[in-house]
């Protein structure tokens, strides 16, 4: 089954004609498809030499920005994460009223245009949205600044940390934590002694996916961030603004940290799934609206 | 009820619905009350706008064409990643989750410089009098790599469980490859291939990042929905960003229902093989 290769009669597709066709035509799209677009970010960033780079890099705008991507990460992936955890608590080892609402509600970010979700944002913290009067006659700040880019990035994120823990926390059920708090051990004391081993991969495997895309959103994040040079601009809004400024060499070297970012992430992703992280959940990697538990149901019964 | 043996029930669910009521619920909510405000009349007149309605078009063509081609593609690489063994398998197997992990901002600027005129790939058809940047072509591309991995990813799963004795009783009795494929093979994966499709197909209706850059971005020929709803927050036109924000909304709900019922069926039908 593991082999489809070799130690059988050819299986369909296998005539070496058509194979060596088929693979050679998927490498070719591959190549144009993803290689190209990471190879050209690469290119264009060193195209006007190393110095041109660095001193592109070394820009304080850029570094301003790569400090308020990095800040807005920091504060945005804990939060996510606790919730991530708590969300997967609650409704694998309990069963109450409203569970597989409260899922689907948890998932509706994945499906949802991030200029949706900006636009949304601007109706609640925004001067003609629901707290934004009352917000500015108290003098505080939150969109057009760190606030709503934190708020902005946690939406889009809202499920990566949850849809990672919760089909396999289903599939790995209750018996071990009601063991351990039979014997006596804290609520969590049993978490950390007992699930906390369990999931670490998992749980790790949806912090790195979820950094990803807190690092790398755009178009959330470029409606509430209001793109204040030097004050506002995460790292991806900069890229936009060196873009449009013509400034392709700058905008190509601050495009080529966040490329170095995916890169790592995936080799991540890649090491993460060899401890069996991402197994649990058989759908695509970052962005799925999906039903998880009938996942993790459906691959306990076949 | 039942009895609940283990601790942490109220703070676990309490932080839950804490964290999705005042980051997703309240948000949405607001667009909802902000859109629902206008009345009908008005709400209308913003929606089917010229200018909206050809937003709405080329955005759903570029999207079908997209997803059309990632059908193709996705399902022939997916083939590929489990039926064959060659150099670089496992490699190429890793790469395909790149447009997820790429941001889409720096997605859009290198699409942008290869298929500009003057790009890597965008010279070649320019001989021809094609251009793919700034055209809906160019939009077509975009939405095609960002939402490359969902065919792909949903596909491979089935394909690799696939039953070798279905494939071999089918050889046994005289079917060729052709046949083969499109009578036994491709009737199994089409639950997993629906589900994709629809995954692919609304990723590229709600995409901006990558688009924006290569999009040209003129009214009433290659300026998608999104990037409308921003421009008239740009304009501080706030009643018509809701309306045409809300219709985005609407649309994603749609695409998630018919997303599940599909995926609930592929799951069903993976479970039963």
């Known amino acids: 089954m593991s082999n489809p290769v070799k130690g059988r009669p050819p299986r369909v597709g296998d005539a070496p004609a058509f194979r060596r066709t088929l693979i050679g035509i998927v490498l070719a799209l591959v190549a144009i498809v993803i290689i190209a677009p990471l190879a050209v970010i690469g290119y264009q960033a060193f195209s006007q030499g190393l110095q041109v780079y660095a001193a592109a890099i070394a820009h304080p705008d850029t570094l301003h920005a790569i400090g308020l991507t990095v800040v807005t990460a920091l504060i945005a992936v804990p939060i996510n994460t606790a919730f991530g955890v708590a969300a997967a608590w609650a409704i694998t080892k309990f069963d109450f009223w409203g569970r597989r609402f409260l899922l689907v509600v948890i998932e509706i970010p994945f499906s949802i245009s991030p200029i949706v979700a900006g636009v949304a944002y601007l109706f609640v913290y925004g001067l003609q949205g629901l707290f934004g009067p009352a917000l500015d006659s108290a003098d505080i700040k939150i969109l057009f600044a760190l606030p709503g880019i934190v708020l902005a990035s946690m939406f889009v994120t809202a499920p990566f940390v949850a849809r990672e823990l919760i089909p396999l926390m289903q599939a790995q059920g209750r018996d071990l934590e009601e063991a351990a708090t039979s014997l006596g051990a804290s609520g969590w004391r049993t978490f950390f002694s007992v699930t906390l081993p369990n999931i670490r991969w998992a749980l790790l495997y949806g912090v790195v996916l979820c950094n990803a895309r807190v690092m790398g959103e755009f178009g959330a994040v470029s409606v509430v961030s209001g793109n204040i040079r030097g004050q506002t601009n995460t790292l991806p809004l900069h890229i936009e603004l060196l873009y449009h400024d013509y400034q392709t060499a700058g905008a190509f070297a601050a495009a080529s940290i966040l490329a170095l970012l995916a890169v790592v992430t995936l080799i991540a992703k890649v090491l993460l799934e060899r401890q069996g992280a991402g197994r649990a959940r058989r759908r695509p990697g970052l962005a799925a609206p999906a039903v998880a538990p009938k996942t993790a149901s459906a691959e306990v019964s076949s | ?273």
């Open chain 2, 1 to 273: 009820m039942a009895r609940r043996i283990l601790p942490g029930f109220p703070l676990a669910l309490g932080i839950t619905l804490v964290y999705v009521s005042i980051i997703v619920v309240l948000p949405l909510g607001a667009l909802v009350f902000k859109a629902a405000s206008l009345g009908f009349e008005d709400y209308w007149r913003i929606v089917s706008s010229p200018r909206a309605v050809a937003s709405y078009r080329v955005t759903a063509l570029s999207a079908l064409a997209a997803t059309a081609f990632n059908l193709v593609f996705g399902m022939a690489l997916a083939w590929v990643l489990v039926r064959y063994r060659f150099p670089g398998r496992r490699f190429i197997d890793a790469l395909v989750d790149l447009p997820f992990a790429l941001p889409t901002a720096v997605a859009g600027i290198a699409l942008t410089t290869l298929f500009a005129e003057n790009g890597w790939f965008g010279s070649v058809p320019a001989h021809a009098g094609i251009k793919v940047a700034y055209t809906p072509l160019g939009i077509m591309v975009a939405m095609a790599f960002t939402s490359l991995p969902f065919i792909v990813r949903t596909v491979q799963p089935v394909l690799e469980d696939l039953d070798p004795a279905l494939e071999e009783a089918a050889q046994t009795l005289g079917g060729s490859d052709r046949s083969i494929f499109l009578r036994v093979i491709l009737p199994l994966l089409t639950p997993a291939l629906l589900a994709g499709l629809s995954l692919s197909f609304a990723r590229s209706l709600g995409e901006f990042g990558a688009i924006i850059f290569i999009a040209g971005n003129q009214p009433m020929s290659t300026e998608i929905t999104a990037l409308l709803a921003f421009i008239r927050l740009e304009e501080y036109d706030y009643q018509a960003a809701a309306a045409i924000a809300s219709v985005l909304l609407i649309t994603a709900f749609l695409m998630l229902a018919i997303t599940n019922i599909l995926q609930a069926r592929a799951l069903r039908y993976m479970a039963r093989g």
